[in-house]
């Protein structure tokens, strides 16, 4: 029973290690992640498991090893574990390196240009404005000194321009923002940015430069920077000053 119990806590371990390559390598691809998963678990149950793990639960996760024969097995254990790991990710690099070089250049910057491919390039509707979500499930709320709205949404979830424009920022280390896109805007001769704040680690679609039109797919949800819990911050500003991004959408969005 105890050896059981052993293995099962190494097995967990294992399941909660390999999750973090598997996010950061390139999460949207399940044939490169099983492949991961079946490197670096031997366990054909911690692979259900790792697969089915969100990233939230391995920042909580801790070993259940608990005398000094079980700590270092599971130091072993992971160790291997980075190796593994480490292999992977170079290997994954320079196949998504290869992807991207010949369709889009802008997204190709060191280890940003892996994502997921399966997600819609474009986003649902039309009009001169549109929102960046497909849906969301509530908003945010709001607190003193905050200016942007907050969109409660899954990670992953595709991000669009808000409408045609020119990218002024697009940054993984924003202030308190994260991985973020802040895009400028004509419409109607008034100039408009727009700022979407916490995507998801290398999902960013454009660069500072990039022409991008309205519905364009520019990264995905995430939650870095300061954020708790996945969701999209989005800044909208008129002509410099901030304005209500969601009274401006229900306004302006087709
Ligand atoms: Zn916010």
Redesign the pocket.
Known sequence: MRSFLTVAAVAGMVATVAIPAFAAADRGDAAQARTLQQVSADDAQSLVVASEGSPATLERGGYSATTPEEIEKAKAKEAAEKAAKAALAARLAASSKARTSSSDSSSSSGSSSSFSSDVPLVSPGSGTVRRPLAHFDNF?RPYAG?K???YMVGRGEPIYAVADGTVVASSESGPGWGVYVKIAHNIGGVRVTSLY??MNWGTRRVSVGDTVSVGQLIGQVGDTGR?NGT?L?LEIRINNGYTNAESWLQANAG
């Open positions: 945010g905050h942007g709205t907050d704040a916490h954020a969701h911050h």
